[in-house]
């Protein structure tokens, strides 16, 4: 998906060009096409796609914290690092 993203920023970038470069065009047209076709639509996309994997990490770190919380507890410790 992310060359997907790269590939549509590339030709909002050269419509941007034409924009900012043409006879008629000019500097706040050529934002306003960067702004509205380019980095809000992607940003939109990116952020929905990375749902999942957002939501993964969420439930991880909640399983830790339960985890830390049944070992506090329970009053056992965790081995130390060198295995004594």
Known sequence: M???AL???FVVML?????ATSADGTLLGALITFVLYGVLPVSIVLYVMATPMRRRRRRRQEAEQAAEARRA????RPPPPDGR
């Open 15 to 19: 419509m941007t060009l034409t924009e």
């Open 7 to 9: 590939g549509w920023m």
């Open 73 to 76: 507890l329970s009053g056992s």
């Open 2 to 4: 992310l060359i997907v």
